[in-house]
Structure formats: structure tokens, C-alpha cells
């Protein structure tokens, strides 16, 4: 058997490949649920988060019968672009739920931002206390980081990047209220 000796760059960049692909599909599930339970729990007509077929069909008909998320199974099927699908690209969460012209999370809190390719955003606090503003920008840093991943220029990551990179992805699940133990435990691995 042959041993394989990874440069500190190939393996910073496996350990946030490992991050995005672990860590981040878990943290987006649990903003996912919070806002809805925040959003539906106690309306008339539906219920808290629990992954049933009902539920998810709730969410359906929410999006208004169309969506690219994949209700027919359970929410811990769905990867990162569903998980972003259904939460800042969501008609659900959108404001005026009811109008003709909703606008997306996305729409509102994200796209103004207008960020240049290969940039990531500087706060994800919202200026006004707005926590519809600061759950979105931290969704789509995360959406950044995993672009970051997904379109490489290398297999590698210098430190300076790779800690860059754990900063942005430790303060977005700040914002959003998830722990942060699997990135710090995944970071001070040397063994992946």
C-alpha cells in the first residue's frame, strides 16, 4: 500500500472541501427549519418542522406548487442548492407571500448588494437589526463559499485563503445561530 503525502495546501484545501460538503448541507438545514418554524409553526393550517410528507407538502404549496427543491424527499436528501432553493430563492419566506410581485430574500437583502464574481460579503450583520436581512446574506455566503469549492482554480489553498475562508463560513453560522465545532473540528484535523 502506498502512503500519499499531501502538501499543507492540498490538505487545507480537502479539509474546507470537507467543510462545505459535511458541514455546511447540516448548518442550512437548521436555518432552514428555524425559519420556517419561526415562519409556519404556529399559523393556521400547518405545523412545525418535522420532514413528514404533510409538511413538505405544506411547503409545496407555499412555493405555490413550483420548485426546484425536491419535496418528495426527505430534507436531509437535499443538498446545498436545494437547501439554498428553499430558503433565500424561496417564495415561502419571501415578503408579501400573498402579492403578484414577492420578492425573494435574495431579491431584497442579496441582490442589491450587487457583489462582483469572487467576492464574498463584508457583514452579514443587517445595518438596521433587519433579521430577514442578516439570515440572508449569511445563506448566501455560504452559497459564495461553496462556489469557492465548487469552481477551483486549483486543488490547493494557501493558508491566508484557507483561514479566510474559515472566518467567512465561522461567521456566517454565527448569524444563523449554528455551531461552529464541526468546522474547528474538521480545521485542526491533520489526518484527512
Known sequence: MVLVQFQDEELNFTKFAHIVLGEFPKALRKAFVSKWDKTYGNLPGHQRWDDSLAVRN????????????PTHLSYNKWDCSALFRATIYARSFALNRTSRHYKTLSDLYVKPRNLSSGSFHGSLKSPTGNSDETFALA?????????????????ELDKLTFDFYLKLAKDAFDALGVSTDGIDTISRRHDL
Do not use: W
Request: proline share 3%; with cysteine.
Open 139 to 155: 445563506i448566501d455566503q455560504l452559497r459564495l463559499l461553496r462556489n469557492a469549492l465548487c469552481h477551483p482554480s486549483s486543488f
Open 58 to 69: 405544506l411547503f409545496l404549496g407555499a412555493e405555490k406548487g413550483k420548485t426546484k427543491v
